[in-house]
């Protein structure tokens, strides 16, 4: 019975402790890896749902941890001491590193770089890690997003055990509204229901390198975001979704526009129109949902916020993202067709007319010589026919 081991009085308990170490250390099974103490070891103590400790700031920590959670996460064979290396050969312990628990969690999860060095190299860059670098400690560790003890395959490119949607409850634990949102939205509905063709938070703010989204260069850069997928043939065509999303976008005066200011001037920052002006990031709906920010009832709300003059016949104006067709704008494909036609007949009347023209000169013009060289040869006769002796003349 081994949480018999702790008792619940606190004298009594740091006296059995100091005992029980001595105790425990004897047996050299539990004493593995040289100086290194086992799992075994700590969880003697460390399973006792009533043992806790009281904090310098007077939070009451728990320490009881279930080795069940270790034992079914992606560390199953890691030793308690790879991440609490500063426990040494079990109890006592070193006294507690940290004024309260959050800076205890801050100052824990370094340790996660110690194998994982990519991450944590990538993270010193991030908009958390350049927060918590500041001190300020309500942003992200690594084990706010991927937990301690509990932690799951998170590369689901690459395991098939880990799920894309899990992140998004992890980043809501932090940004509540705009998960609240992006789970609501044409995306996130797709995504929960197991859907891995569409974004997760990453796919936008990759995890360990999330750049402040405010920026003049991340505005510049959200057409290509959306683009990666939306300007994607093979993947639109499963959902029926036009890919001319995304050229017409850049065709239209808002995307060419755009599209010159990141050529002369990436940090430059641009008032035009991007992909989430008009639909948002989070809360995107399809775009014949009551809901959208493009369905034709919200749409001039829309517009109005860049140009608060217009008024209906100006968001007709903008014809979207489809190349007029007979469906979408027969009028303007009327035209279009009108002038299709036009020109070239135009052009081929000329042309013809020209080169009738052309012919019909070359023509008169080779016929009237014909005409003159005869006239000439019949006069050449005539001249030769008097100069000659008459026969019998009257000579
Ligand atoms: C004899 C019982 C006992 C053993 C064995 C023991 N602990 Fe503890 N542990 C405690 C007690 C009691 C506390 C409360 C703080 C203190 O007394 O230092 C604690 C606190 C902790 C804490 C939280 C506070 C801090 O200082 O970080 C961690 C983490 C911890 N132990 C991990 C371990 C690990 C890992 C091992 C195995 C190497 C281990 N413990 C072995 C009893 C034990
Ligand atoms: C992958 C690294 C890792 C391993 C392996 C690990 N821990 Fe922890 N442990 C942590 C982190 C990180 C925290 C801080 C969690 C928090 O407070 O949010 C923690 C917290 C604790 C605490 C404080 C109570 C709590 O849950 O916050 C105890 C006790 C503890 N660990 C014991 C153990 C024991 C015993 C083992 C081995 C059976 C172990 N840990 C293995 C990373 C680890
Ligand atoms: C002693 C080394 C070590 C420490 C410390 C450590 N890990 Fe790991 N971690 C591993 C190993 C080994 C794997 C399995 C990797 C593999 O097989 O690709 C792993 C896997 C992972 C994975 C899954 C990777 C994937 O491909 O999906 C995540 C996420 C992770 N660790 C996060 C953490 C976090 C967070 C911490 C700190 C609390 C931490 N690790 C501490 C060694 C460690
Ligand atoms: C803001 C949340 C967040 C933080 C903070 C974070 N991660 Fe991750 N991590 C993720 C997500 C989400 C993934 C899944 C891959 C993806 O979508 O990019 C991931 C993937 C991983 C992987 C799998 C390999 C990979 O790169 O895809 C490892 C290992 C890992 N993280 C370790 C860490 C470590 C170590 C830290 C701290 C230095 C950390 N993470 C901090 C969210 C986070
Ligand atoms: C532990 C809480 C926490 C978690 C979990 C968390 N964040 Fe953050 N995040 C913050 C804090 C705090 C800020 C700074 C907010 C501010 O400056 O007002 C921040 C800032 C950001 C920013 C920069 C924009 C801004 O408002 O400053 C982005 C983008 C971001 N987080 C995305 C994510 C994503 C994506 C995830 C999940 C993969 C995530 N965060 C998980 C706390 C968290
Ligand atoms: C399809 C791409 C995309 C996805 C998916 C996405 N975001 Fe964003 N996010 C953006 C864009 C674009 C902005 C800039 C919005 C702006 O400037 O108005 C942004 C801004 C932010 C900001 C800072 C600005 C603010 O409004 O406070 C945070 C924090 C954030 N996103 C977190 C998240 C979280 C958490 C998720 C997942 C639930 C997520 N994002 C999913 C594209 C995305
Ligand atoms: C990782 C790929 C990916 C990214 C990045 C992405 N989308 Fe999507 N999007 C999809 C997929 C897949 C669907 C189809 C979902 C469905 O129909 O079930 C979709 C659907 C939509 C729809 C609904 C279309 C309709 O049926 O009316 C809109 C609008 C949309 N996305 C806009 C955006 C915008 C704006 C961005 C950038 C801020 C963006 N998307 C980024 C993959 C993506
Ligand atoms: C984020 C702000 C923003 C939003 C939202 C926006 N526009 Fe614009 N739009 C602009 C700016 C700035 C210009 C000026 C472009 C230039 O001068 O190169 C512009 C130019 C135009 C023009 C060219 C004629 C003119 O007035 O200069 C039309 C037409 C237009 N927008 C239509 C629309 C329609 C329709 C909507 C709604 C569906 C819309 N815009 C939404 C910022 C916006
Ligand atoms: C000026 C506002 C505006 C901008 C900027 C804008 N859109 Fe749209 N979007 C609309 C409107 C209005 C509709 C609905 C009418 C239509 O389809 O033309 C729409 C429809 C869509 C649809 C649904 C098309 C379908 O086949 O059902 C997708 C997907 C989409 N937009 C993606 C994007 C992407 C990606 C970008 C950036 C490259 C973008 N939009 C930029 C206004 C805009």
């Not at 009451?60 to 080795?67: D, E, G």
């Not at 808002?254 to 599209?259: D, F, R």
């Not at 007029?324 to 035209?335: F, N, R, S």
């Amino acid at each position: 019975m081994r949480h018999r081991l702790i008792p619940r009085s606190p004298l009594l308990l740091a006296l059995l402790l100091a005992l029980a170490v001595g105790v425990i250390s004897a047996p050299p099974a539990l004493a593995q890896q040289g100086d290194m103490p086992g799992n075994d070891r700590c969880l003697l103590c460390h399973t006792d749902p009533e043992l806790t400790m009281v904090l310098p700031s007077r939070e009451v920590l728990p320490l009881n941890m279930n080795p069940v959670d270790l034992a079914a996460s992606v560390h199953a064979e890691l030793l308690c001491s790879d991440c609490h290396n500063d426990k040494g050969s079990g109890y006592p312990h070193p006294p507690f590193p940290a004024a309260n628990h959050r800076d205890w969690q801050v100052m824990i999860s370094q340790v996660c770089g110690n194998c994982h060095a990519d991450q944590a190299l990538h993270r010193q860059d991030s908009m958390h890690g350049r927060l918590l670098a500041a001190g300020r400690s309500e942003a992200a560790t690594c084990i706010d997003c991927h937990g301690a003890h509990d932690v799951a395959w998170a590369n689901w490119q690459e395991n098939p055990a880990a799920s894309p949607a899990a992140q998004i409850d992890a980043c809501g634990e932090c940004h509540n509204v705009i998960t609240t949102d992006f789970r609501a939205s044409v995306h996130g509905v797709q995504l929960i229901a197991g859907n891995e063709d569409v974004p997760t938070c990453s796919s936008c703010h990759p995890a360990h390198q999330i750049e402040d989204p405010r920026t003049a260069a991340f505005r510049l850069s959200a057409p290509e975001l959306c683009g990666s997928c939306h300007a994607d043939t093979e993947m639109m065509a499963r959902y029926g979704i036009s890919t001319h999303v995304f050229d017409t976008y850049v065709a239209d005066f808002h995307g060419t526009t755009v599209k010159i200011f990141e050529a002369t001037d990436p940090e430059g920052f641009t008032n035009k129109a991007v992909c989430h002006d008009c639909h948002s990031a989070h809360r995107i709906m399809r775009a014949d949902s009551a809901n959208s920010t493009v369905m034709q009832a919200n749409l001039l709300a829309t517009c109005q916020r860049c140009h608060p003059d217009a008024d209906a016949a100006f968001t007709a104006s903008w014809m979207g993202h489809y190349p007029p067709d007979w469906e979408h704008y027969p009028i303007v494909t009327a035209v279009d067709w009108f002038y299709k036609l036009l020109i070239p007949g135009v052009l081929g009347f000329f042309v013809v007319y020209i080169g009738l023209d052309i012919g019909r000169t070359w023509i008169d013009r080779s016929r009237q010589r014909r005409e003159w060289r005869q006239a000439r040869r019949q006069q050449r006769l005539a001249a030769s026919s008097q100069d000659e002796p008459q026969e019998g003349g009257e000579a």
